[in-house]
Protein backbone atom coordinates (compact mmCIF):
# COMPACT_ATOMS: atom_id res chain seq x y z
CA UNK A 1 0.00 0.00 0.00
CA UNK A 2 2.67 2.35 -0.88
CA UNK A 3 1.78 5.50 -2.49
CA UNK A 4 4.52 6.32 -4.97
CA UNK A 5 4.90 3.52 -7.40
CA UNK A 6 8.78 3.21 -7.58
CA UNK A 7 11.11 0.29 -8.46
CA UNK A 8 12.42 -1.21 -5.15
CA UNK A 9 15.57 -2.04 -4.34
CA UNK A 10 17.96 -4.64 -5.92
CA UNK A 11 16.64 -8.17 -4.24
CA UNK A 12 17.38 -11.97 -4.15
CA UNK A 13 13.28 -13.37 -3.86
CA UNK A 14 14.72 -17.23 -2.38
CA UNK A 15 11.29 -18.93 -3.04
CA UNK A 16 11.51 -22.30 -0.73
CA UNK A 17 8.92 -24.77 -2.02
CA UNK A 18 9.79 -23.46 -5.63
CA UNK A 19 8.07 -26.86 -7.02
CA UNK A 20 4.90 -26.43 -5.04
CA UNK A 21 1.41 -25.26 -5.87
CA UNK A 22 1.36 -22.07 -4.21
CA UNK A 23 4.48 -21.08 -5.87
CA UNK A 24 2.96 -21.86 -9.32
CA UNK A 25 -0.44 -21.20 -8.63
CA UNK A 26 0.17 -17.31 -7.21
CA UNK A 27 3.24 -16.63 -6.35
CA UNK A 28 5.35 -16.79 -9.52
CA UNK A 29 2.38 -15.57 -11.39
CA UNK A 30 2.47 -12.25 -9.42
CA UNK A 31 5.95 -12.19 -10.00
CA UNK A 32 5.06 -11.69 -13.63
CA UNK A 33 2.64 -9.28 -12.89
CA UNK A 34 4.92 -7.18 -11.33
CA UNK A 35 7.07 -7.33 -13.76
CA UNK A 36 4.38 -6.70 -16.12
CA UNK A 37 3.89 -3.62 -14.42
CA UNK A 38 7.99 -2.54 -14.51
CA UNK A 39 7.21 -2.90 -10.64
CA UNK A 40 10.14 -5.14 -9.74
CA UNK A 41 13.81 -3.99 -9.26
CA UNK A 42 16.14 -3.66 -11.84
CA UNK A 43 18.41 -5.96 -10.17
CA UNK A 44 16.66 -8.87 -9.67
CA UNK A 45 16.73 -12.74 -8.90
CA UNK A 46 15.15 -15.62 -8.12
CA UNK A 47 16.42 -18.52 -6.44
CA UNK A 48 14.08 -21.47 -6.04
CA UNK A 49 14.85 -23.67 -3.55
CA UNK A 50 13.20 -27.61 -3.03
CA UNK A 51 14.56 -30.21 -0.89
CA UNK A 52 15.67 -32.68 -3.32
CA UNK A 53 17.65 -32.14 -6.95
CA UNK A 54 15.12 -30.38 -9.27
CA UNK A 55 17.82 -28.84 -12.05
CA UNK A 56 17.66 -25.48 -13.11
CA UNK A 57 16.37 -26.41 -16.79
CA UNK A 58 13.50 -28.05 -15.72
CA UNK A 59 12.47 -25.57 -12.89
CA UNK A 60 12.58 -22.76 -15.56
CA UNK A 61 10.24 -24.64 -17.58
CA UNK A 62 7.77 -25.69 -14.66
CA UNK A 63 7.88 -22.15 -14.02
CA UNK A 64 7.23 -20.80 -17.81
CA UNK A 65 4.50 -23.41 -17.55
CA UNK A 66 2.99 -22.24 -14.34
CA UNK A 67 2.99 -18.89 -15.97
CA UNK A 68 0.93 -19.96 -18.89
CA UNK A 69 -1.96 -22.42 -16.57
CA UNK A 70 -2.37 -19.64 -14.22
CA UNK A 71 -1.61 -15.97 -15.05
CA UNK A 72 -5.37 -14.53 -16.16
CA UNK A 73 -4.54 -13.01 -19.31
CA UNK A 74 -1.72 -14.26 -21.75
CA UNK A 75 1.74 -13.62 -21.02
CA UNK A 76 4.05 -11.25 -22.78
CA UNK A 77 6.69 -13.69 -24.09
CA UNK A 78 9.36 -11.03 -23.34
CA UNK A 79 8.77 -10.50 -19.82
CA UNK A 80 8.24 -14.62 -19.52
CA UNK A 81 11.86 -15.01 -20.68
CA UNK A 82 13.54 -12.09 -18.73
CA UNK A 83 11.54 -13.13 -15.64
CA UNK A 84 12.76 -17.20 -16.06
CA UNK A 85 16.21 -15.95 -16.86
CA UNK A 86 16.27 -14.77 -13.89
CA UNK A 87 16.07 -17.93 -11.91
CA UNK A 88 18.60 -20.22 -10.62
CA UNK A 89 17.91 -23.21 -8.36
CA UNK A 90 19.64 -24.78 -5.17
CA UNK A 91 19.20 -27.42 -2.69
CA UNK A 92 17.68 -26.95 0.49
CA UNK A 93 16.64 -28.92 3.49
CA UNK A 94 16.29 -27.65 7.18
CA UNK A 95 17.62 -31.02 8.59
CA UNK A 96 20.64 -30.50 7.14
CA UNK A 97 22.08 -27.74 7.78
CA UNK A 98 25.28 -27.61 5.43
CA UNK A 99 22.90 -27.13 2.59
CA UNK A 100 22.06 -24.22 3.94
CA UNK A 101 25.69 -23.36 4.23
CA UNK A 102 25.68 -24.61 0.59
CA UNK A 103 22.47 -21.81 -0.21
CA UNK A 104 24.55 -19.32 1.72
CA UNK A 105 27.60 -19.49 -1.35
CA UNK A 106 24.84 -19.29 -3.44
CA UNK A 107 23.49 -16.38 -2.81
CA UNK A 108 26.62 -14.38 -2.55
CA UNK A 109 27.52 -15.57 -5.87
CA UNK A 110 24.13 -14.32 -7.09
CA UNK A 111 24.97 -11.71 -5.40
CA UNK A 112 27.83 -11.08 -7.28
CA UNK A 113 26.51 -11.50 -10.72
CA UNK A 114 23.50 -9.93 -10.02
CA UNK A 115 24.07 -6.64 -8.37
CA UNK A 116 21.79 -7.59 -5.61
CA UNK A 117 24.05 -6.28 -2.45
CA UNK A 118 23.38 -9.11 0.18
CA UNK A 119 19.20 -7.93 -0.01
CA UNK A 120 17.14 -10.87 0.58
CA UNK A 121 13.28 -12.22 0.82
CA UNK A 122 12.88 -15.82 2.07
CA UNK A 123 9.28 -16.74 1.27
CA UNK A 124 8.28 -20.19 2.72
CA UNK A 125 6.08 -21.59 0.64
CA UNK A 126 6.05 -24.63 2.64
CA UNK A 127 4.11 -26.75 4.68
CA UNK A 128 3.71 -25.19 8.34
CA UNK A 129 5.87 -27.23 10.12
CA UNK A 130 8.69 -26.16 8.24
CA UNK A 131 8.53 -22.51 9.13
CA UNK A 132 10.44 -22.80 12.60
CA UNK A 133 13.16 -25.10 11.53
CA UNK A 134 13.55 -23.51 8.16
CA UNK A 135 14.12 -20.43 10.04
CA UNK A 136 16.42 -21.92 12.68
CA UNK A 137 18.43 -23.20 9.44
CA UNK A 138 18.90 -19.51 7.78
CA UNK A 139 19.93 -17.94 10.92
CA UNK A 140 22.58 -20.79 11.68
CA UNK A 141 23.98 -20.50 8.62
CA UNK A 142 24.28 -16.64 8.85
CA UNK A 143 21.39 -16.02 6.79
CA UNK A 144 19.06 -13.87 8.57
CA UNK A 145 22.32 -10.93 9.78
CA UNK A 146 21.28 -7.49 8.20
CA UNK A 147 24.79 -6.99 7.77
CA UNK A 148 25.64 -3.44 6.79
CA UNK A 149 22.11 -2.27 6.11
CA UNK A 150 21.07 -4.98 3.87
CA UNK A 151 17.40 -5.91 3.35
CA UNK A 152 16.24 -9.67 4.71
CA UNK A 153 12.99 -10.71 5.22
CA UNK A 154 11.16 -13.64 5.68
CA UNK A 155 7.19 -14.23 4.35
CA UNK A 156 5.47 -16.96 5.58
CA UNK A 157 1.57 -17.75 5.26
CA UNK A 158 -1.03 -19.12 7.26
CA UNK A 159 -1.76 -21.09 9.42
CA UNK A 160 0.06 -19.14 12.16
CA UNK A 161 -0.05 -22.44 14.48
CA UNK A 162 -3.63 -24.00 15.45
CA UNK A 163 -4.33 -22.59 18.57
CA UNK A 164 -2.86 -19.58 20.94
CA UNK A 165 0.12 -21.72 22.57
CA UNK A 166 1.04 -22.78 19.35
CA UNK A 167 1.23 -19.68 17.77
CA UNK A 168 2.76 -18.08 20.53
CA UNK A 169 5.59 -20.91 20.30
CA UNK A 170 5.54 -20.08 16.53
CA UNK A 171 6.31 -16.48 17.10
CA UNK A 172 8.55 -17.35 19.98
CA UNK A 173 10.53 -19.49 17.50
CA UNK A 174 10.72 -16.97 14.84
CA UNK A 175 11.88 -14.14 17.12
CA UNK A 176 15.13 -16.12 18.46
CA UNK A 177 16.59 -15.58 14.80
CA UNK A 178 13.98 -12.51 13.67
CA UNK A 179 13.51 -9.34 14.48
CA UNK A 180 9.64 -8.90 14.03
CA UNK A 181 9.82 -6.00 11.51
CA UNK A 182 11.66 -8.78 9.28
CA UNK A 183 8.76 -11.04 9.79
CA UNK A 184 5.86 -11.04 6.99
CA UNK A 185 2.77 -13.16 7.78
CA UNK A 186 0.36 -13.22 5.00
CA UNK A 187 -3.04 -13.29 4.80
CA UNK A 188 -4.29 -13.38 1.63
CA UNK A 189 -7.95 -11.27 2.70
CA UNK A 190 -5.24 -7.90 3.12
CA UNK A 191 -4.64 -8.72 -0.31
CA UNK A 192 -7.58 -8.18 -1.77
CA UNK A 193 -7.99 -4.90 -3.00
CA UNK A 194 -11.46 -4.58 -1.44
CA UNK A 195 -10.35 -5.54 2.00
CA UNK A 196 -7.80 -3.09 1.66
CA UNK A 197 -10.69 0.04 0.38
CA UNK A 198 -12.51 -0.37 4.18
CA UNK A 199 -9.44 1.74 5.10
CA UNK A 200 -10.01 3.77 2.46
CA UNK A 201 -13.87 3.79 2.68
CA UNK A 202 -13.33 4.76 7.15
CA UNK A 203 -10.67 6.82 7.16
CA UNK A 204 -10.59 9.40 3.66
CA UNK A 205 -14.16 9.95 3.55
CA UNK A 206 -15.51 12.06 5.99
CA UNK A 207 -19.05 10.84 5.72
CA UNK A 208 -18.72 7.60 7.75
CA UNK A 209 -17.03 7.95 10.91
CA UNK A 210 -19.14 9.97 12.92
CA UNK A 211 -22.22 7.25 12.40
CA UNK A 212 -19.57 4.67 12.80
CA UNK A 213 -20.49 3.49 16.41
CA UNK A 214 -23.09 2.31 18.79
CA UNK A 215 -24.90 5.23 18.78
CA UNK A 216 -26.00 4.46 15.44
CA UNK A 217 -25.33 0.64 14.32
CA UNK A 218 -27.56 -1.84 15.46
CA UNK A 219 -24.84 -4.80 14.69
CA UNK A 220 -22.46 -6.21 12.50
CA UNK A 221 -22.50 -9.11 10.04
CA UNK A 222 -19.66 -10.97 8.63
CA UNK A 223 -20.35 -13.30 6.13
CA UNK A 224 -17.61 -15.45 4.00
CA UNK A 225 -20.09 -18.11 2.49
CA UNK A 226 -18.38 -21.04 0.07
CA UNK A 227 -20.09 -23.35 -2.50
CA UNK A 228 -16.48 -25.45 -2.58
CA UNK A 229 -16.58 -28.71 -0.18
CA UNK A 230 -13.28 -29.68 1.09
CA UNK A 231 -12.16 -31.27 -2.20
CA UNK A 232 -8.36 -32.64 -1.63
CA UNK A 233 -7.52 -31.10 1.39
CA UNK A 234 -9.40 -34.32 3.65
CA UNK A 235 -6.33 -34.43 5.86
CA UNK A 236 -5.50 -31.12 6.44
CA UNK A 237 -9.13 -29.75 6.99
CA UNK A 238 -10.61 -32.69 9.05
CA UNK A 239 -7.69 -31.87 12.01
CA UNK A 240 -8.47 -28.09 11.49
CA UNK A 241 -12.38 -27.07 10.81
CA UNK A 242 -14.17 -24.02 9.77
CA UNK A 243 -13.40 -22.00 12.44
CA UNK A 244 -9.77 -22.67 12.90
CA UNK A 245 -9.48 -22.24 8.60
CA UNK A 246 -11.34 -18.73 8.68
CA UNK A 247 -12.20 -17.31 11.56
CA UNK A 248 -9.21 -16.08 13.71
CA UNK A 249 -7.47 -15.25 10.37
CA UNK A 250 -9.92 -14.42 7.02
CA UNK A 251 -13.01 -12.89 8.86
CA UNK A 252 -11.00 -11.14 11.90
CA UNK A 253 -8.91 -9.39 9.23
CA UNK A 254 -12.72 -7.85 7.89
CA UNK A 255 -13.61 -7.47 12.11
CA UNK A 256 -10.64 -5.50 12.79
CA UNK A 257 -10.43 -3.02 10.01
CA UNK A 258 -14.34 -2.47 10.48
CA UNK A 259 -14.37 -2.44 14.33
CA UNK A 260 -10.59 -0.61 14.65
CA UNK A 261 -10.23 3.76 15.79
CA UNK A 262 -8.91 5.67 13.49
CA UNK A 263 -5.27 4.92 13.57
CA UNK A 264 -2.54 8.09 14.56
CA UNK A 265 -1.14 7.55 11.19
CA UNK A 266 -1.58 5.34 7.91
CA UNK A 267 1.68 3.80 8.57
CA UNK A 268 2.39 -0.39 9.47
CA UNK A 269 2.51 0.37 13.13
CA UNK A 270 -0.41 2.42 13.54
CA UNK A 271 -2.40 0.45 12.09
CA UNK A 272 -1.53 -3.24 13.19
CA UNK A 273 -1.72 -1.45 16.65
CA UNK A 274 -5.39 -0.10 16.25
CA UNK A 275 -6.73 -3.63 14.63
CA UNK A 276 -4.95 -5.73 17.41
CA UNK A 277 -6.37 -3.06 19.94
CA UNK A 278 -9.97 -4.23 18.18
CA UNK A 279 -9.31 -7.80 18.58
CA UNK A 280 -8.01 -7.74 22.23
CA UNK A 281 -11.29 -6.09 23.12
CA UNK A 282 -13.23 -9.08 21.70
CA UNK A 283 -15.09 -10.30 24.93
CA UNK A 284 -13.51 -13.37 26.02
CA UNK A 285 -16.28 -15.92 26.73
CA UNK A 286 -16.99 -18.33 29.29
CA UNK A 287 -17.90 -22.04 28.16
CA UNK A 288 -21.17 -21.71 28.78
CA UNK A 289 -21.56 -18.31 26.41
CA UNK A 290 -18.85 -20.16 24.05
CA UNK A 291 -22.20 -22.77 23.90
CA UNK A 292 -24.79 -20.37 23.42
CA UNK A 293 -23.10 -17.94 21.03
CA UNK A 294 -21.92 -20.25 18.63
CA UNK A 295 -23.13 -22.58 15.94
CA UNK A 296 -21.07 -25.37 14.26
CA UNK A 297 -22.41 -27.76 12.29
CA UNK A 298 -21.27 -30.45 9.23
CA UNK A 299 -22.08 -30.60 5.89
CA UNK A 300 -24.47 -33.77 4.75
CA UNK A 301 -24.87 -35.05 0.96
CA UNK A 302 -26.62 -32.59 -1.67
CA UNK A 303 -26.62 -31.02 -4.52
CA UNK A 304 -24.22 -27.57 -4.88
CA UNK A 305 -25.73 -26.41 -9.20
CA UNK A 306 -25.03 -29.73 -10.75
CA UNK A 307 -22.33 -31.37 -8.44
CA UNK A 308 -23.51 -33.85 -6.29
CA UNK A 309 -21.90 -34.15 -2.47
CA UNK A 310 -21.59 -36.51 -0.15
CA UNK A 311 -21.63 -36.02 3.70
CA UNK A 312 -18.38 -34.65 4.89
CA UNK A 313 -17.49 -37.66 6.72
CA UNK A 314 -17.65 -39.82 3.80
CA UNK A 315 -14.96 -37.26 1.76
CA UNK A 316 -11.27 -38.21 1.35
CA UNK A 317 -8.90 -38.81 4.28
CA UNK A 318 -12.12 -37.39 6.82
CA UNK A 319 -12.54 -39.28 10.07
CA UNK A 320 -16.20 -41.68 9.32
CA UNK A 321 -17.09 -40.12 12.81
CA UNK A 322 -15.42 -36.95 12.54
CA UNK A 323 -16.62 -33.96 14.57
CA UNK A 324 -15.00 -31.20 12.62
CA UNK A 325 -17.30 -28.15 11.44
CA UNK A 326 -17.53 -26.89 7.87
CA UNK A 327 -19.73 -24.64 8.98
CA UNK A 328 -19.13 -22.03 11.88
CA UNK A 329 -21.04 -18.85 13.23
CA UNK A 330 -20.33 -16.76 16.18
CA UNK A 331 -22.17 -14.10 18.43
CA UNK A 332 -19.06 -11.50 19.36
CA UNK A 333 -18.93 -8.72 21.69
CA UNK A 334 -16.48 -5.88 21.17
CA UNK A 335 -15.99 -4.34 25.01
CA UNK A 336 -14.77 -0.90 24.30
CA UNK A 337 -16.60 2.46 23.79
CA UNK A 338 -17.20 2.31 20.02
CA UNK A 339 -18.85 -1.08 19.91
CA UNK A 340 -20.45 -2.41 23.80
CA UNK A 341 -23.73 -3.63 22.92
CA UNK A 342 -23.21 -3.98 19.14
CA UNK A 343 -23.16 -7.56 18.18
CA UNK A 344 -20.81 -9.07 15.59
CA UNK A 345 -22.31 -12.12 13.72
CA UNK A 346 -19.92 -13.87 11.78
CA UNK A 347 -20.18 -16.83 10.07
CA UNK A 348 -18.21 -19.10 7.34
CA UNK A 349 -18.96 -22.40 5.30
CA UNK A 350 -17.50 -24.88 2.69
CA UNK A 351 -20.79 -26.23 0.81
CA UNK A 352 -23.28 -23.87 0.75
CA UNK A 353 -25.64 -22.57 -2.26
CA UNK A 354 -23.82 -19.47 -3.08
CA UNK A 355 -20.40 -17.87 -2.83
CA UNK A 356 -19.78 -14.77 -1.46
CA UNK A 357 -18.06 -12.49 0.59
CA UNK A 358 -19.67 -9.63 2.71
CA UNK A 359 -19.36 -7.27 5.74
CA UNK A 360 -23.22 -5.94 6.16
CA UNK A 361 -23.55 -2.90 8.87
CA UNK A 362 -27.34 -2.75 9.98
CA UNK A 363 -27.94 0.91 11.17
CA UNK A 364 -30.55 1.29 14.09
CA UNK A 365 -33.59 2.09 12.88
CA UNK A 366 -35.44 5.41 12.91
CA UNK A 367 -36.84 6.10 16.45
CA UNK A 368 -40.44 6.86 15.47
CA UNK A 369 -42.47 5.65 12.85
CA UNK A 370 -44.19 8.79 11.23
CA UNK A 371 -45.82 6.37 8.92
CA UNK A 372 -48.99 5.04 10.59
CA UNK A 373 -51.87 3.17 9.03
CA UNK A 374 -49.39 2.12 6.02
CA UNK A 375 -48.16 -1.15 5.32
CA UNK A 376 -44.48 -1.22 6.50
CA UNK A 377 -44.15 -4.70 5.72
CA UNK A 378 -42.12 -4.15 3.22
CA UNK A 379 -39.26 -1.83 4.92
CA UNK A 380 -36.01 -2.60 4.96
CA UNK A 381 -33.41 -2.11 7.31
CA UNK A 382 -30.70 0.58 6.27
CA UNK A 383 -27.41 -1.72 5.73
CA UNK A 384 -24.36 -0.37 4.41
CA UNK A 385 -22.66 -3.91 2.77
CA UNK A 386 -19.29 -3.65 1.56
CA UNK A 387 -18.93 -6.49 -1.05
CA UNK A 388 -15.74 -8.58 -0.87
CA UNK A 389 -16.09 -11.18 -3.07
CA UNK A 390 -17.55 -12.36 -5.90
CA UNK A 391 -19.36 -9.17 -6.26
CA UNK A 392 -17.13 -6.04 -5.38
CA UNK A 393 -18.59 -2.75 -4.55
CA UNK A 394 -20.46 -0.78 -1.63
CA UNK A 395 -24.07 -0.99 -1.28
CA UNK A 396 -26.29 0.96 0.67
CA UNK A 397 -29.86 0.02 1.44
CA UNK A 398 -32.45 2.35 2.24
CA UNK A 399 -36.05 2.69 1.99
CA UNK A 400 -37.77 5.32 -0.35
CA UNK A 401 -41.42 6.53 -1.65
CA UNK A 402 -43.03 4.62 -4.38
CA UNK A 403 -43.89 6.75 -6.65
CA UNK A 404 -48.04 8.02 -7.00
CA UNK A 405 -50.51 9.48 -4.76
CA UNK A 406 -50.69 7.08 -2.38
CA UNK A 407 -48.26 6.65 0.83
CA UNK A 408 -45.97 3.38 -0.09
CA UNK A 409 -42.61 2.36 0.43
CA UNK A 410 -39.93 1.00 -1.73
CA UNK A 411 -36.93 -0.99 -1.10
CA UNK A 412 -34.17 0.37 -2.79
CA UNK A 413 -30.28 1.06 -2.87
CA UNK A 414 -27.28 2.78 -3.89
CA UNK A 415 -24.49 1.00 -5.47
CA UNK A 416 -20.92 1.52 -6.37
CA UNK A 417 -19.28 -1.17 -8.15
CA UNK A 418 -15.60 -1.16 -8.55
CA UNK A 419 -15.90 -2.39 -12.45
CA UNK A 420 -17.78 0.23 -13.45
CA UNK A 421 -15.30 3.10 -11.97
CA UNK A 422 -11.84 1.04 -12.24
CA UNK A 423 -9.44 -0.84 -15.29
CA UNK A 424 -8.26 -3.65 -13.15
CA UNK A 425 -5.04 -5.16 -13.67
CA UNK A 426 -4.24 -8.62 -14.10
CA UNK A 427 -3.75 -10.28 -9.94
CA UNK A 428 -3.55 -12.94 -8.58
CA UNK A 429 -3.57 -11.04 -4.90
CA UNK A 430 -0.29 -11.22 -4.16
CA UNK A 431 1.43 -8.03 -6.16
CA UNK A 432 0.51 -5.82 -3.53
CA UNK A 433 1.79 -8.19 -0.82
CA UNK A 434 5.18 -8.71 -2.61
CA UNK A 435 5.58 -5.54 -3.53
CA UNK A 436 5.61 -3.91 0.21
CA UNK A 437 7.28 -6.79 1.19
CA UNK A 438 10.32 -5.55 -0.80
CA UNK A 439 9.57 -1.90 -0.21
CA UNK A 440 9.74 -3.28 3.53
CA UNK A 441 5.82 -1.99 4.58
CA UNK A 442 4.28 -4.01 6.99
CA UNK A 443 0.87 -2.92 7.02
CA UNK A 444 -1.02 -5.42 5.37
CA UNK A 445 1.46 -8.28 6.82
CA UNK A 446 -0.15 -9.46 10.42
CA UNK A 447 2.16 -8.87 13.15
CA UNK A 448 2.56 -11.13 16.43
CA UNK A 449 0.35 -9.64 18.42
CA UNK A 450 -2.67 -9.48 15.93
CA UNK A 451 -2.50 -13.43 15.35
CA UNK A 452 -1.86 -13.97 19.34
CA UNK A 453 -5.02 -11.61 20.24
CA UNK A 454 -7.54 -13.53 17.27
CA UNK A 455 -6.54 -16.67 18.84
CA UNK A 456 -7.07 -15.95 21.85
CA UNK A 457 -10.84 -14.67 21.13
CA UNK A 458 -11.88 -18.10 19.84
CA UNK A 459 -9.83 -19.91 21.94
CA UNK A 460 -12.76 -20.37 24.30
CA UNK A 461 -15.21 -21.77 21.49
CA UNK A 462 -12.29 -24.22 20.29
CA UNK A 463 -12.66 -25.57 24.05
CA UNK A 464 -16.08 -25.99 24.45
CA UNK A 465 -16.70 -27.31 21.23
CA UNK A 466 -13.65 -29.92 21.88
CA UNK A 467 -15.13 -30.57 25.44
CA UNK A 468 -19.06 -30.77 23.59
CA UNK A 469 -17.68 -33.64 21.14
CA UNK A 470 -20.50 -34.48 18.79
CA UNK A 471 -23.56 -32.96 20.92
CA UNK A 472 -24.53 -29.69 19.65
CA UNK A 473 -23.06 -30.51 16.32
CA UNK A 474 -25.64 -29.04 13.52
CA UNK A 475 -25.78 -30.36 9.72
CA UNK A 476 -26.94 -29.08 6.67
CA UNK A 477 -27.59 -30.40 3.21
CA UNK A 478 -24.72 -29.04 0.99
CA UNK A 479 -26.07 -26.74 -1.31
CA UNK A 480 -28.39 -25.17 1.19
CA UNK A 481 -27.88 -21.92 2.88
CA UNK A 482 -25.98 -23.28 6.06
CA UNK A 483 -27.87 -24.85 9.09
CA UNK A 484 -31.26 -23.98 10.81
CA UNK A 485 -29.28 -23.11 14.07
CA UNK A 486 -27.60 -20.14 12.49
CA UNK A 487 -30.56 -18.53 11.72
CA UNK A 488 -31.97 -19.09 15.43
CA UNK A 489 -28.13 -17.55 16.90
CA UNK A 490 -29.88 -14.16 15.55
CA UNK A 491 -33.78 -14.86 15.44
CA UNK A 492 -32.67 -15.01 19.45
CA UNK A 493 -31.91 -11.73 18.92
CA UNK A 494 -34.71 -10.25 17.00
CA UNK A 495 -32.20 -10.02 14.55
CA UNK A 496 -31.96 -12.18 10.69
CA UNK A 497 -28.98 -12.86 8.39
CA UNK A 498 -29.21 -10.24 5.24
CA UNK A 499 -29.51 -12.26 2.16
CA UNK A 500 -27.40 -11.44 0.02
CA UNK A 501 -27.99 -8.98 -3.13
C1 LIG B 1 -8.00 -20.30 2.76
C2 LIG B 1 -8.69 -21.46 3.42
O1 LIG B 1 -7.15 -19.66 3.67
O2 LIG B 1 -8.98 -19.36 2.29
C3 LIG B 1 -9.63 -22.13 2.43
O3 LIG B 1 -7.73 -22.40 3.88
C4 LIG B 1 -10.60 -21.12 1.86
O4 LIG B 1 -10.34 -23.19 3.06
C5 LIG B 1 -9.87 -19.89 1.33
O5 LIG B 1 -11.34 -21.75 0.82
C6 LIG B 1 -10.87 -18.80 0.95
O6 LIG B 1 -10.22 -17.78 0.27
P1 LIG B 1 -11.03 -16.87 -0.78
O7 LIG B 1 -10.03 -15.86 -1.20
O8 LIG B 1 -11.47 -17.80 -1.88
O9 LIG B 1 -12.18 -16.29 -0.03
Known amino acids: MTDAHARPAPIVFVLFGANGDLTARLVFPALYNLSAQELLPESFAVVAVTREEYGEAAMRDHLRESLGKYCKEKCDRTIVDDLVSRVTVAVADARDQKSFEALGAHLADVDAKCGTKGNRIFYLAIPPAGFAPTV ?10 RNNGAITRVILEKPFGHDLPSAMKLNAELREVLDEDQIFRIDHYLGKETVQNILMLRFANGLFEPIWKREHIDHVQITVAETVTIGRRGAFYDATGALRDMVPNHLFQLLSLVAMEPPARLDAQSVRSEKARALDAIRIVTPQEALRDSVRAQYVAGRIGDEVVDDYRQEKDVAPNSTTETFAALKLSIDNWRWAGVPFYL ?7 RRYTEVAIKFREAPISMFRGIDLDGLRSNYLVLQIAPDEGIRLQFNAKTPGP ?20 PATGYETLLYDCMTGDGLLYQRADGVEAGWRAVEPFLEAWRSAGDQGLGLYRAGSAGPAEADALLARDGRRWRTSS
Open 136 to 145: RALGAAKLTG
Open 347 to 353: RTGKALT
Open 406 to 425: SLSIARVAMDFRYADFFDTQ
